[in-house]
């Protein structure tokens, strides 16, 4: 091939693969797929195992992962990875349960699994410090940049109260299941985070919620899509000074975890474990109040697993 | 050795370090180790002088080994080391190749500006207003050049690739964000750049002998030098070849004559003579017989200028020296000082000996560095400063005062870094959501590495920030992340001494969890 020849073709297959890009695949916008839960719980809750090991009981006590995933779809995994901090200052979610959610989804079948979150700090140091950078690609998924405007696309969403668009990664458009995998921590303005907070990751533009009332905000944005899947990780639990921490000092080991598809009921039961009342987030309370899931527990039927 | 073969040596030496610093400067994925880059920057002649006036130890032997090289064969420096000579001999590659220019002519040594412009830099040196350094450093103005002007394309084009791929779900290379800086800023190393492509397509290296003041230092090292160039009379047999491919134009060759001041040592001459008539002779045996540099005119001249310039710029940087607001508002943020990277000790340090070499910026893996505009003064402009608008410092990272050539940011330890106050966080009140619209917020806590900004009880069960000052390191996360706009309700203003921060003590939480009790609900 001569060498004008080759820089036409290639110009030519450029502009191709752009224009596919710009008519891509959407189609599934929206078009959730909700499973069909045939499992007995609403919400299990493990203690006193390894993070890796109570995922596994957690899930199989669900009905195992296949009843999330199904052959060839592709999965998000959201962890919280907001935080330049080593695993063991728990600020981030905990790598070894990160890992072993992948692992299922892939046993499962889902053919790509993809890992992001919107940082905020530096987003490299954040995916390698974290540790999940280095889990994600051993467990073979991918993880993904998260920290430039473009890859946010703008949508509206009802029933929110002072919020009904944002701007979302684009991902979360096309992704056939979501699975949120929060770390429990306590939180300087929102009291506690966990689930629905963890959705702060998916969005770009944080500063609107801040402006516009938070707690409001937080609960609002869980109207727009609700997680398939609610992994709360309450292994190593950061008390005081978060969410990003000061020093190892401020952690409890509780070895917990919390799983539920009902995204409310999940930040409930982590409210408990982290020893404040539900109602006392204003989240937490706007959500339940909006019908978003519920916050009282006792309607629920809970599987409590100790190891 | 034949000397036909130094070019060829030369040539390799110089890429080497060209592409070398290239990469260093464009690093912006932050693939190299900051220790890779002392390999390369410790040669570099300001900075390793200014870290030489500044330390005696084995860091500071950049600037010995050059004046050894230089007394031994001449200003090899200028066309091997020094980037900004290796780009103007690309420009003059360029130029030949597209047959714009076929030779190069015998040029004037240009004496008076030389010394004058000389002159001017090492008191600048001396006296801590580096703003002649920084304009003139060949070094430094290379590295703004490719900061400034070369990076943000090269950026642009990678994330354009990038954006492609993300398309088409391929993960492979990570779009990075373009903070730039006002455009007055991109006007300094634009109007370098422009003078020195110029001056190298028509003129070869007219810019090293007439304007770099490293040139001009070791010119007058080179007056001592063990070896020199000169033509060989018996052998020269008049071709002017030498003369037509010298681009320092230093070679007169009707008096078969060589200024080895003005020569680069780029060695065209020795490979197109067809008659070894240039030769490196040992300058102690032979006769000096270089007609051209003789008159010693200008030293009045040249006293006269530095004094007045000093005047100008010396009145000019106090007039700039406190800038004190940033914009007019009802509740005006006042910043009286800017923010000085960690390591640099204190403002004043790091005016003195920054040339503005941009590493640090390009080095920068959040970008906080920042080229300065006027805040460190008229003095300062392009030393770079923390701006807490594109960025803040993250609490890990010692990245900048591990690539500093000049040392105006020391190195640090990571533990000392963390404790390095280099401003204090202000809160205003009536700029903040939760008194202005009565909701929770809290960002500038929830960044906090420190915790020194706590959120403190307020009315209705919410919660407002309150600001420690002896916790706060000043990394600026707080002013980062405030979304109040168009003024912060947040801000740091620099300390002009850096302080050591108290370290937060924290008690080990008390709370037993029983492994194998009830679950609360």
Known sequence: MERREFLKKSAAAAIAIGASSTLGNYSNLFAHNFISQKSPYDLVAVKGGEPDIMFDRAIASLGGMKNFVKKGQTVIVKPNIGWDVSPERAGNTNPKLVERIIQHCFNAGAKTVYVFDHTCDNWTRCYSDSGIERVVKGAGAKIVP??????????????????????????????????????????????????????????????????NNLHQCIADFSMYRKPDLNVVDAYLV??????????????????????????????????????????????????????????????LKIQRIII | MKLVHLKKVRVIISLTFFLALLLLFMDFGNVLSPSYTN??????????????????????????????????????YCSTICPLGTLQDLFSFLSRKLKKKKYYRKKKPYKALRYALLGLAILSLFTGYMIIVIWLDPYSNFGRIITLLIKPIIIFIKNSVAFILIKNRIFYLNPVEIIYPSFYLLLFPLFVFSVVAYLSLKEGRLFCNSICPVGSFLSILSKFSLLKIDIEAKNCIGCKLCERVCKAGCIDRENKAIDFERCVSCYNCFTVCPSEGVKYKLRYKSKKNSALSETDYGKRKFIANTLSYLAIFS?????QRKIVSKLPSKVAIRKK???????????????????????????????????????????????????????FCNYDCIICSQVCPTSAIMPVKLESKKLTQLGKANFIKENCIVYTEGTDCGACSEHCPTKAVNMVPYKNKLVIPEVSDEYCIGCGACEFACPVKPYKAIYVDGNPVHFTAKKKELKKIDVKVDYKGDFPF
Request: glycine share 8%; with cysteine; charged share 15%.
């Open chain 1, 146 to 211: 998260a920290d430039s405007e473009s890859y946010y696309h703008g949508i509206t969403f009802k029933g929110g109260k002072v919020m009904s668009e944002a701007k979302v990664h684009e991902l979360i458009l096309s992704a056939d299941v979501f699975i949120n995998v929060p770390i429990l921590k306590h939180h300087g303005s929102s009291k506690i985070t966990a689930s629905m907070k963890n959705l702060m990751g998916i969005v770009w533009d944080r500063g609107y919620w801040h402006q």
């Open chain 2, 315 to 319: 009145s000019l940087s106090y007039a």
């Open chain 1, 238 to 299: 950061m008390k005081r000074n978060g969410p990003r921490g000061v020093s190892k000092e401020d952690l409890v080991l509780m070895k917990s975890q919390i799983l539920s598809t009902d995204i409310v009921a999940a930040d409930a039961a982590a409210a408990k474990l982290y020893g404040v009342e539900p109602e006392d987030i204003p989240y937490i309370k706007a959500a339940d109040e909006m019908k978003i899931g519920t916050m009282n527990l006792g309607k």
């Open chain 2, 337 to 391: 000082f800017p923010v000085s990277p960690p390591g640099s000790l204190s403002i004043e340090h790091f005016k003195d000996k920054c040339t503005a070499c941009h590493l640090c910026v390009s080095s920068c893996p959040s970008q906080v560095l920042q080229p300065s505009y006027l805040e460190y003064g008229f003095i300062g402009m392009m030393q770079p400063m923390m701006n807490y608008e594109a960025s």
């Open chain 2, 39 to 76: 390999y390369f920057t410790f040669l570099q002649f300001i900075p390793s002088a200014i870290k030489f006036a500044g330390l005696v130890g084995l860091s500071a032997a950049g600037f010995i080994i050059i004046m050894l090289l230089t007394l031994l064969f001449g200003r090899v």
